[in-house]
Nanobody
């Protein structure tokens, strides 16, 4: 098992940047595919970005390509989401999650979740 704690959310103006962090407990962090999801009010949760166990493969939703960057440091049990050029439509609760699968985009395999961190982008 792994416990996840997100941080770094907040209020930012459109065009600004935020970096989200997700700290994981447990010795097996490096074996998990990690992902960042978000859920806006009234909308379904969506996978925003994901990264393989060694960082060699990444996935980005079309809506964030070129603006967001996912990374991880296994020695620190931490995964990051750097968000640049933020837009009001990026406003959502962002969740870090760990997958027991190997395919980055299989949402059903993400079994461990953090509590979420709010990101609000003002226009």
């Amino acid at each position: 098992q792994v416990q996840l704690v997100e941080s770094g959310g907040g209020l930012v103006q459109a065009g600004g940047s935020l970096r989200l962090s997700c700290a994981a407990s447990g010795r097996t962090f490096s074996s998990y595919v990690m992902g960042w999801f978000r859920q806006a009010p009234g909308k379904e949760r969506e996978l925003v970005a994901a990264i393989s166990w060694n960082g060699g493969s990444t996935y980005y939703a079309d809506s964030v390509k070129g603006r967001f960057t996912i990374s991880r440091i296994n020695a620190k049990n931490t995964v990051y989401l750097q968000m640049n050029s933020l837009k009001p439509e990026d406003t959502a609760v962002y969740y870090c999650a760990a997958s027991i699968g190997i395919v980055l985009t299989t949402a059903s395999r993400y079994e461990y979740w953090g509590q979420g961190t709010q990101v609000t982008v003002s226009s």
